[in-house]
C-alpha cells in the first residue's frame, strides 16, 4: 500500500513514480550531493517531497532536455534549477545557463545534446541497418 502525499517514500516507490530503476537513484545520491533521502536502519531509504522533486527535475534534465550529468550538476551548482518548485522550470530558463549544442567536440559533455544532430543520426543508423538485414 502507498503512502500518503507528504509522507516519506521508499526507494522502491519514488523508482516507480519517476520511472527509472532504484540502481539510478542510488548512482543519482552519488553525483548529486543535493539528494540526501533519510537513513533508516539497514540503510533503508526514504525520500521527502522536495528529494522527490529534485529527482523528477533531474530525470527531466536527463532524459527529456538532453542534458549530460555533468551538465544537469553544473546547473545544480549554479542555482539555475531551483530545488523547490522543480516542476514549474520551463525549458527555457534551463536551456539559457547552457545553450544547445552546435556540432561541438565529444569531450565538451557539460552542455544538452542537439536534437537534431541526433535525429540524423539516428536515421542515418536506421539505413544501415535495412541495407544491412537486406544483405
Do not use: C
Request: glycine share 6%; hydrophobic share 45%.
Amino acid at each position: 500500500m502507498a503512502s500518503s502525499e507528504p509522507a516519506y517514500r521508499t526507494i522502491s516507490e519514488v523508482a516507480e513514480q519517476i520511472g527509472v530503476p532504484q540502481h539510478v537513484l542510488r548512482f543519482w545520491e552519488t553525483r548529486f550531493p543535493q539528494i540526501q533521502p533519510l537513513k533508516r536502519g539497514g540503510n533503508r531509504r526514504y525520500y521527502r517531497p522536495q528529494d522527490i522533486a529534485l529527482l523528477t527535475r533531474i530525470n527531466r534534465l536527463l532524459h527529456t532536455d538532453g542534458y549530460t550529468i555533468k551538465g544537469v550538476q553544473k546547473l545544480l551548482d549554479d542555482g539555475a534549477a531551483p530545488v523547490a518548485d522543480a516542476g514549474a522550470a520551463p525549458k527555457v530558463a534551463a536551456r539559457r545557463v547552457a545553450a544547445p549544442l552546435a556540432p561541438t567536440p565529444v569531450s565538451d559533455t557539460s552542455k544538452p545534446r542537439d536534437a537534431s544532430l541526433l535525429v540524423a543520426i539516428r536515421a542515418r543508423l536506421a539505413a544501415a541497418l535495412a541495407e544491412a538485414r537486406a544483405l
